[in-house]
T-cell receptor, first 113, second 113 residues
C-alpha cells in the first residue's frame, strides 16, 4: 500500500544533542510537509517542500532545518533540542498544492531529557 | 484573517448516540477548501473529507455526514449511531490562497460503551 512512513516512531534525545527524524513516501507526491504537534494542540506547520523548493514558516525557529534529497525522502534536523521541542512531529505529503488532501505519517514522538 | 474555530473542546457520548462536531471558519478568499481529519490515539491524522467553496452540497458517507453552509461559514460534521471506534480528536481545517492548511484546535470525542 502506498503510504507515508516515519522513523523512528519514538525518539529520545538529550538536551542540546542533535537529532534527525526521517520521512519517506511511496505516493510519489511532490509536496512534503513537516508539522509539530504538542499535547492537546493542533498541528503547527514548520516548513514544506514543493518539489525541491523549500518554504519555511516565518515563526519556525532556526534550530529546525530540513533536507529533501529526493522525491521520496525528507528529513527534519533539530540542531540543539530544548525541552520545549518535545512534541509529536508529523510528516505529510500531497500532490500539487495543499488544496489536495494531505496524507500523514504516524508521527515521531520526540522526548528531550 | 484566516481562522478555524472548533468551539467544542471535548464531547462525550454513549455508543449509538448521534453527535455533531461544529466548525466555523473565517476567510476573505472566495476560493478555499475545507477539510476534516480524524486523529485516533495512535497519532496519525486520517483524511475524512474535502470540500471546495463552490460546492455547498452536503455529503454523506456511511455514518458520517457533513453540512457546509457558506451563509454561516460553518462546516459541521455529524456522526450517526456513534461507535467506540469513533473516539478520537477531530480537526477541521481551512486551505486558502495563503498556501497552508489552517487547523482548528480540535474536538476530542469520547464514545463510551
Amino acid at each position: 500500500d502506498a503510504m507515508v512512513i516515519q522513523n523512528p516512531r519514538y525518539q529520545v534525545t538529550q538536551f542540546g544533542k542533535p537529532v534527525t527524524l526521517s520521512c519517506s513516501q511511496t505516493l510519489n507526491h511532490n509536496v512534503m510537509y513537516w508539522y509539530q504537534q504538542k499535547s492537546s494542540q493542533a498541528p503547527k506547520l514548520l516548513f514544506h517542500y514543493y518539489d525541491k523548493d523549500f518554504n519555511n514558516e516565518a515563526d519556525t525557529p532556526d534550530n529546525f532545518q530540513s533536507r529533501r534529497p529526493n522525491t521520496s525522502f525528507c528529513f527534519l534536523d533539530i540542531r540543539s533540542p530544548g525541552l520545549g521541542d518535545a512534541a509529536m512531529y508529523l510528516c505529510a505529503t500531497s500532490s500539487s498544492g495543499g488544496y489536495n488532501e494531505q496524507f500523514f505519517g504516524p508521527g515521531t514522538r520526540l522526548t528531550v531529557l | 484573517a484566516q481562522k478555524v474555530t472548533q468551539a467544542q473542546t471535548e464531547i462525550s457520548v454513549v455508543e449509538k448516540e448521534d453527535v455533531t462536531l461544529d466548525c466555523v471558519y473565517e476567510t476573505r478568499d472566495t476560493t478555499y477548501y475545507l477539510f476534516w481529519y480524524k486523529q485516533p490515539p495512535s497519532g496519525e491524522l486520517v483524511f475524512l473529507i474535502r470540500r471546495n467553496s463552490f460546492d455547498e452540497q452536503n455529503e454523506i458517507s456511511g455514518r458520517y455526514s457533513w453540512n457546509f453552509q457558506k451563509s454561516t461559514s460553518s462546516f459541521n460534521f455529524t456522526i450517526t449511531a456513534s461507535q467506540v471506534v469513533d473516539s478520537a480528536v477531530y480537526f477541521c481545517a481551512l486551505y486558502n490562497q495563503g498556501g497552508k492548511l489552517i487547523f482548528g484546535q480540535g474536538t476530542e470525542l469520547s464514545v463510551k460503551p
